[in-house]
């Protein structure tokens, strides 16, 4: 088998990409090791940038979601028995967030990949990347007990985080930068209207709690849990308890409860690859980095490589420069530490980070601080909605 562009992981940054390429004629392949049905099972964020929709539309799949997706131009951060909104809008100079649940986003860009003809290959077993860092890359992979090779020109490694592709990298080419966080965040959905039309993300003595939604009639909630708490210690009365004892009153009484359709416990990490390049492999989206979901980066921060992977290849291919190919790395990371940054500061601001009062007090300052200043709400404004990207020429 041979193509161009031998894409592994059919998560939203291969599968974005794989369309992208698609649109400008790069012929591609893509290699996951689930199957579509398992792919489309996982239930992740779902508030997009601007650039990230913009990107899904130019990659032609944009239609239902900007049918369903709803524009949101606030969101309220409530601390200390106050609500202050953020106006994302006005402080950004006009620029908002689409919420559309990424699994949508996935299933979108795989009947867009099925229109358009453009090949994946499920339930591949053992994806090996190889001969990256020579001229003459390919893909060792076995499916249904055989074994095949995918050759190709590059390789782009959207495998996530626990994916092949970083590691297959030789240690001393790769710089890691890591923290993990003592605790976790608890999500629920669940078959009722939000609690209010815009998120609420909830600074609270007991933890942080966020109120996020689907649609209309699907909301998505987040409470502070620890490490060792279990799925099974949370009944969805006790989530529900204690969701509302986070909120600010006057949402946790109007607060529909029901029961969960999906109850699951992610733990929060930040985490950096350095480069993104070796040689003839590109790792872009979750398999270069993980944020903590407080800033709702994660999905956007993939995206954005994506972006700029497709402008480097789209002038390697449409111009012959393979120079550029060498812009990848820095200029995706340049955008992705400010994000870490971003994500990290927002993760220190909203969680109860350990008994300490005196962290407590500082925490409460600062969103005092951030909250209390046009020049304050303008910079979480202007992080949230998305920094601007770099264009490459
Ligand atoms: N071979 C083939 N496919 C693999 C392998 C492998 N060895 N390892 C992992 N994969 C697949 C996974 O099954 C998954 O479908 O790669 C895909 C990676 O998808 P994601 O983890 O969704 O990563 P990405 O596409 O970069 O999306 C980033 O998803 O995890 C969220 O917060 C993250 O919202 C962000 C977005
Ligand atoms: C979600 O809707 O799942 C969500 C929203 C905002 C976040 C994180 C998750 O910051």
Known sequence: MKTQVAIIGAGPSGLLLGQLLLRLGIPNVILEAKSAAHVLGR??????????????REAGAGERMDREGHVHEGI?????????????????????????GQTEVTRDLMAQREAAGGMTIYEAQDVQPRGFLGDRPRIDFMREGEHFTLECVYIAGCDGFHGVC??????????????VYPFGWLGILSRTPPASPELIYANHERGFA???????????????CT???????????????????????????TLVTGPSIEKSIAPLRSFVAEPMKFGRLFLAGDAAHIVPPTGAKGLNLAASDVRTLYQVLKIRYGQGREDV??????????????????????????????????????????????????????????????LPYEEIT
């Open 76 to 100: 309220t951060l409530a601390f200390d028995g106050r609500q202050q909104r953020i106006d994302l809008k006005r402080l950004s100079g006009g620029k908002s967030m689409l919420v559309y």
């Open 43 to 56: 239930i992740r964020a779902g508030v997009l940038e601007q650039g990230t929709a913009d990107l899904l």
């Open 227 to 253: 490490l060792e708490d279990k799925v099974a210690d949370w009944s969805d009365e006790r989530f529900w308890e204690e969701l509302k004892r986070r909120l600010p009153p006057a949402v946790a009484t």
């Open 210 to 224: 966020l109120c996020s939604m689907r649609s209309d009639m699907l909301s998505r909630y987040y409470v502070q």
């Open 325 to 386: 190919l060498d812009r990848y790395s820095d200029t995706c990371l340049r955008r992705i530490w400010k994000a870490e940054r971003f994500s990290w500061w927002m993760t220190s601001l909203l969680h109860r980070l350990d008994d300490d009062p005196f962290s407590r007090r500082i925490q409460l300052a600062d969103l005092d601080y951030y909250t209390g200043s046009v020049a304050g709400r303008t910079t979480i404004a202007e992080n949230y909605v998305g």
């Open 166 to 179: 970083r590691q297959s990298v030789p240690a001393a080419a790769l710089r890691c930068f890591e923290r």
